[in-house]
């Protein structure tokens, strides 16, 4: 089986991976994102970097990883909402899967369920001449 050499590039900016409250009108009481390892996404991008197999990437493309931080700080509801090969999904969903828990988002004092999507973008690496 021949692997593509790939570059693999982490969407790791907040401001690119969305997250979603457990209601979106914000009435009441200030929100308090939701933390991992003492960090923001950037963190979890680290971690994603660090466990992600990427020898079962086999060509470019993009995946979006849908999830949800329970009230505990747990990983729930995976889904992968965009894909472009079974290997890659798969081992996006193992590595949610081991993921340690949050600091879970709060509103008004009180953890909420929040939803995120990240997208991690694999190029194809330039051949050396």
């Known amino acids: 089986m021949k692997l593509v050499a790939l570059l693999i590039l982490f969407v790791s900016f907040s401001g690119f991976a969305q997250i979603g409250g457990e209601d979106e009108v914000y009435l009441g009481g200030d929100r308090v994102e939701a933390t991992f390892q003492g960090g923001g996404m950037e963190n979890f991008s680290k971690f994603l970097n660090k466990e992600f197999d990427y020898t ?62 990240y997208p991690m973008i694999f190029r194809e690496k330039k051949k050396k001449k």
């Open 56 to 117: 079962k990437v086999t060509k470019p493309g993009k995946m979006v990883g849908a999830f949800t931080i329970d009230e505990e700080g747990n990983v729930k509801n995976i889904k992968i909402v965009e894909f472009f090969d079974n290997e890659s999904a798969t081992e996006f969903i193992r590595v949610l899967k081991k993921c340690p828990k949050w600091q879970p988002a709060k509103r008004g004092g009180k953890a909420i369920n929040i939803d995120i999507k």
